[in-house]
């Protein structure tokens, strides 16, 4: 029997009967707009972290043997440690809370017109169980022989071998945190998908969900669908790293390449995890910034639900050169070409959505615009790497890596940008400063590019991943190779110094900004017919009722140029 939240009217005047404790508003709360804060404030503790390991291990790189400021001399295990977790951290604890938990928290009830999510108190399970894995990873740090360095993909025999991994506390350590955050995705994922099926306003049909919603909750379901293998294969690491079992051990019988193909199986739908959410939140922002309606909704919903079948068949094309066999490469080849299409389809749909439209460059419509123009380039570059003979040659160079931040990035960080910058003035009652917006935009993108482009360089030339030093590599230790990593880290400094102007803008407008009022850029969608920030219970005594989809905006029945779903007519 699910413990569906009280009726709205149960929650008329909740708050007000008695001043609740720190404990009760903030520790054991269950609504779901506070528990979406902590996994936001959380996500954005953790990308500081993320983003302080890339700095260091960047800088040494750039100036091998410095001492780096704020960190000191980075040593090859260091290095090892600190570019592992910077990945791990980034797609566990920064992608996934912020895109998936924070917002679909944030939004799923709003949008649907509910007063919470269906399984309150799971939901703050999902959030503790979060926290302890966060804890425990950055705990892998202080054991004896230090955080896990066997890089965020884990490959055996390096992360099952003590005497390789010259951290068997750590690797086995950094497992349980992966292994406890994605029990928190798991159930995180049974409230978005029960709740949008569930508690949906009266008169809300599937296509009046929108598109954000909608893209968050397949995320979900390919999270669940594609997670098991993985937990399995953690079981089996964990036994070969603690009490001598050898699934993944070559010379005992057991297959190196297996822990591959269970990582990947659900390493690639991971991918979509991510994406998806960051898709929907542009969807959200282009329509409302050029008031027009999203071109082709129910193509773009069939192609999610196309993509998300798809994803589960390309994973091998991590593993060309792993020794797979090369019929297999041959078809996997072919699947990763063919996904490419139901993305550049949905990106299409985009710019098909902006032509013609009354657009207003804001800051979130700047970030939307952004993370269409920079994914295209990671999209594009991936195709290389999808035609199994091109990667032979591109496998593990810094070809790949630049591929993946110009997925990743625009996905976890952009993704990011926009949808803070869009719900703020929900979130928080006030306006952000669009000036002090667009100065943390232009010093984040513009300096993006110079990281990354130089890597596509290097990695052409045959720079190698994981590489603590190039001095022991002559054909690419070449003074123009110097030279472009030493422009990739300053690059990234000059980045990271501009996240300062964010947090300032935050932090000022969460104290003086302009009040918003409910509905500050004229949107249809439910979020926006409440109180900003929204009551506890969300819409006071009475839930809304819907009469229309998503985006409908300059519709000509109606002088004002946008038509709320909840205004019949
Ligand atoms: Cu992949």
């Not at 379901?221 to 993985?230: D, K």
């Not at 019988?253 to 929907?280: I, K, N, R, S, T």
């Not at 496998?395 to 990743?408: E, G, N, P």
Request: aromatic fraction near 16%.
């Amino acid at each position: 029997m699910a413990e569906s939240a009280a009726t709205p009217a149960e929650h008329e005047g909740h708050d007000e009967h008695h001043e609740q404790s720190f404990w009760s508003k903030y520790v054991f709360s269950t609504d779901h707009k506070m528990i979406a804060m902590q996994y936001m404030f959380t996500g954005m503790f953790m990308a500081l972290i993320g983003g302080f390991f890339a700095y260091a291990f960047r800088m040494q790189l750039a100036f091998p043997g410095m001492e780096v400021p704020g960190f000191g001399l980075v040593s090859p295990t260091d290095y090892n440690s600190l570019v592992t977790n910077h990945g791990t951290i980034m797609i566990f604890w920064v992608a996934m809370p912020v895109l998936i938990a924070a917002f679909g928290n944030y939004l799923i009830p709003l949008m649907l017109g509910c007063d919470d999510m269906v399984f309150p108190r799971l939901n703050r399970l999902s959030y503790q169980i979060f926290l302890l894995s966060a804890v425990v990873l950055l705990a892998s740090f202080f054991v004896e022989g230090g955080a896990f360095g066997g890089a965020w993909t884990a490959y055996p025999p390096l992360s099952s071998k003590a005497e390789y991994s010259l951290t068997p506390l750590g690797s086995s350590i950094w497992l349980v945190a992966v292994a406890l955050e994605f029990v928190a995705f798991l159930l995180g994922g049974i409230n978005f998908i029960t709740t949008a099926m569930n508690s949906r306003a009266p008169g809300m049909k599937m296509y009046d969900v929108p598109m954000v919603v909608w893209m968050i909750v397949v995320a979900s379901i390919l999270f669940m669908a594609s997670v098991g293998p993985l937990i399995a294969g953690a079981v089996m690491l964990f036994m070969d790293q603690n009490i001598g079992t050898a699934f993944f051990d070559p010379n005992r019988g057991g297959d190196p390449v297996l822990w591959q193909h269970l990582f990947w199986f659900f390493g690639h739908p991971e991918v979509y995890v991510v994406l998806l959410p960051a898709m929907g939140i542009v969807a959200e922002i282009i329509t409302v910034f050029s008031r027009k309606k999203l071109f082709a909704y129910k193509t773009v919903l069939y192609t999610v639900f196309g993509t998300g079948v798809l994803s589960f068949t390309v994973w091998a094309h991590h593993q060309f050169i792993a020794g797979i066999d090369p019929r297999m490469a041959n078809i996997f080849t072919v699947t990763t070409l063919l996904i490419s299409i139901p993305i550049a389809e949905m990106c299409f749909v985009y710019v098909a959505t902006l032509y013609g439209g009354s657009i207003t460059l804001s800051t979130p419509m700047l970030w939307a615009l952004a993370f269409l123009g920079e994914f295209l380039i990671g999209g594009v570059t991936g195709i290389f790497l999808g035609a199994s003979g091109a990667d032979i040659y591109f496998h593990d160079t810094y070809f790949v890596l630049a591929h993946f931040h110009y997925t990743f990035f625009p996905i976890a960080i952009i993704g990011t940008f926009a949808g803070v910058t869009y719900w703020f003035p929900k979130m928080f009652g006030r306006m952000m400063n669009e000036t002090l917006g667009k100065i943390h935009f232009w010093g984040t993108i513009i300096p993006f590019n110079f990281i990354f482009i130089p890597l596509f360089v290097l990695g052409a030339a045959g720079q190698h991943r994981r590489i603590y030093s190039y001095e022991h590599f002559p054909e690419l230790a070449l003074p123009w190779m110097q030279s472009l990593r030493e422009l990739a880290t300053i690059a990234l400094v000059i980045m990271l110094a501009f996240q300062v102007v964010f947090f300032i803008n935050f932090y000022i407008s969460l104290r003086r900004g302009k009040k918003a009022g409910k509905n500050p850029f004229k949107a249809n969608t439910l979020e926006w017919i409440t109180e900003s920030p929204p009551p506890h219970g969300n819409f006071g005594a009475e839930l809304p009722t819907v009469y229309r989809g998503p985006y409908e905006y300059s519709h000509p029945d109606r002088d004002e140029d946008y038509w709320p779903q909840n205004v019949p007519g």
